[in-house]
């Protein structure tokens, strides 16, 4: 974890990253991989309307928080299928603003702009800490946080490859991992079986047995039903029984390690990703 007087640090949230693109009174929300999700999220869209600019592009992340100030990617999955009245935006970043570009101005002075022009309405700005890194990460999951961003106080927005300046760090173990088949018991829920990309082919990465709950489950099995294929999807055949799938369902698992052959321990469901 990073440290020193040179870095501030800010909660890790757990939800879908996305930009608010605000412009000709019209805003419109895109995710990581440049997908319009605006009808989606209508309400973060809604809540963009009394940003205070007439232009803008901020970066953030859509979550639910919980009453005690966590957030739940299953909580959000959970809430998408619905009315998504619970979303909001936590704002971190502040890119474009009324024509002019702030990606090279230090990281401090464009969030000073970012929390006046959200000031007054129902997005949330993620607080900078200036404290000890490595006490505030152990806080943070001993509170049951996702996590800690800590970002050079200086730096210019990162564009292209990863920078070193931003340094993410989470409490528990998380990867997207590709869906490969389902298990069922008699007709119940058994489980999924996931792999990790590498190049064209797809290595078995374990099977994952918990975090399911009566809604996540009806989603997998509408998705992956249609999906259903006679062969494994995995480069190297596994000796295990499944209903398999073809491998384009990506799911967010948490796990407490890997074994040396990439399998994970302990793994639990968190939702299907979607915007990557």
């Not at 419109?28 to 809540?47: E, L, P």
Request: charged content about 30%; glycine content about 8%; hydrophobic content about 35%.
């Amino acid at each position: 974890m990073p440290n020193g007087a040179r870095w501030i640090h800010e909660i890790k949230f757990d939800g879908y990253r996305v930009q608010v693109h605000l412009a000709n009174e019209t805003v419109k929300i895109f995710t990581r991989r440049g997908n319009d999700w605006t009808t989606r999220f209508r309400k973060v869209a809604d809540d963009a309307w009394h940003i205070s600019a007439s232009s803008a592009i901020v970066d953030g992340e859509i979550v639910v928080p919980g009453a005690d100030g966590t957030t739940d990617f299953s909580a959000l999955q959970n809430e998408l299928r619905g009315k998504s009245g619970r979303i909001v935006l936590v704002a971190f970043d502040l890119l474009y603003l009324n024509g002019r570009d702030l990606r090279k101005l230090p990281l401090l002075e464009r969030k000073a702009e970012l929390k006046k022009i959200i000031a007054g309405s129902h997005i949330q700005f993620s607080e900078s800490f200036e404290a000890d890194g490595p006490e505030m990460f152990a806080h943070a999951c001993r509170v049951g946080l996702e996590g800690v961003v800590s970002k050079v106080r200086d730096s210019v927005y990162p564009t292209g490859s990863r920078r070193r300046d931003w340094v993410k760090k989470s409490c528990a173990q998380r990867e997207t991992l590709t869906i490969a088949g389902f298990a069922l018991d008699g007709d119940e829920w058994d489980g999924i079986y996931v792999g990790r990309r590498k190049g064209e082919g797809l290595i078995y990465a374990g099977k994952v047995d918990h975090g399911f709950d009566k809604a996540s489950i009806a989603d997998l099995r509408k998705r992956l039903t249609p999906l259903i294929r006679k062969t494994q999807p995995y480069t190297r055949r596994i000796a295990h029984k499944a209903i398999w799938v073809e491998p384009e369902v990506r799911a967010e698992i948490e796990y407490r390690a890997k074994s040396s052959e990439g399998k994970v321990r302990h793994p639990f469901f968190r939702g299907v990703r979607e915007d990557q």
